[in-house]
């Protein structure tokens, strides 16, 4: 079996991220959601359900971990082409205990009853199961007719504990230079692909803004201020 990947650390890292920051308008928010996912990626075992898995991106943080991977998505406009069940967050197809970890990254912004998410992850949780989720806690206007919520500490611990979970942990991803330099980008690229603007130019553009925030963010400055939040919690 090949060894599961570790935590991402060392020059090696940096540099990767670095270099992503170049060519992805997005680098710093999915660097740090990467991150914080495979620092908890050892608390995942057995049978994993990912929830809004999408094209399933955090799939090689996890693949190695447990004995399958069960994707679950919402359909629509955009809905993936390989997906084991389709359904709704907040009414889970799936017998009650029969997971013993549930993946849920950035998808509790777009449901109207997130409560009832988690609620539906701890059902069908095993007992001793893991979850495993990220929220926004900053991101930009949006337009988007299904976009909710944005989330703190607080309110995400309340989400868990009323759902019946303990053993719950909520850290930050990425600090004060990663949120100013995604959100400094996003709105870049936005503005300048609306000039139609040959794509390697924006993405340049929007690069050379990311990178030095991306090496800011190495030295652990700017806490207090985080994009995302990364929740570990335990069905007891």
């Known amino acids: 079996m090949r060894r599961a990947p570790s935590a991402p650390h060392g020059l090696g890292w940096v540099a990767a991220g670095a270099w992503r920051c170049l060519r992805d308008p997005l680098a710093l928010t999915r660097l740090v959601r990467w991150r914080a996912l495979a620092e908890h990626a050892g608390l995942a075992r057995g049978r994993l359900v990912d929830v809004g898995a999408g094209a399933q991106p955090y799939a090689p943080l996890f693949r190695d971990r447990v004995d399958r991977i069960v994707t679950v998505d919402y359909p629509g406009r955009?809905?993936?082409?390989?997906?084991?069940?389709?359904?709704?967050?907040?009414?889970?197809?799936?017998?009650?205990?029969?997971?013993?970890?549930?993946?849920?990254?950035?998808?509790?912004?777009?449901?109207?009853?997130?409560?009832?998410?988690?609620?539906?992850?701890?059902?069908?949780?095993?007992s001793g199961g893991r979850l495993l989720l990220t929220a926004p806690q900053l991101r930009g206007m949006s337009d988007e007719p299904d976009?909710?919520?944005?989330?703190?500490?607080?309110?995400?611990?309340?989400?868990?504990?009323?759902?019946?979970?303990?053993?719950?942990?909520?850290?930050?991803?990425?600090?004060?230079?990663?949120?100013?330099?995604?959100?400094?980008?996003?709105?870049?690229?936005?503005?300048?692909?609306?000039?139609?603007?040959?794509?390697?130019?924006?993405?340049?553009?929007?690069?050379?803004?990311?990178?030095?925030?991306?090496l800011v963010e190495q030295a652990g400055a700017g806490r207090g201020v985080t994009l995302h939040w990364l929740l570990t919690a335990r069905k007891p």
């Open 147 to 214: 976009d909710y919520w944005r989330f703190g500490r607080p309110g995400l611990d309340r989400l868990a504990r009323a759902a019946g979970l303990d053993d719950i942990v909520i850290d930050a991803c990425g600090g004060a230079a990663a949120a100013w330099g995604q959100h400094v980008s996003s709105w870049m690229y936005a503005t300048l692909a609306g000039r139609r603007l040959p794509v390697a130019l924006v993405r340049s553009v929007c690069g050379l803004l990311q990178a030095p925030c991306w």
């Open 78 to 126: 955009a809905a993936p082409p390989r997906v084991d069940v389709w359904g709704d967050a907040q009414a889970l197809p799936l017998r009650t205990a029969s997971a013993d970890t549930v993946l849920c990254v950035e998808v509790l912004e777009y449901l109207p009853d997130p409560g009832a998410a988690l609620k539906e992850f701890g059902r069908v949780l095993r």
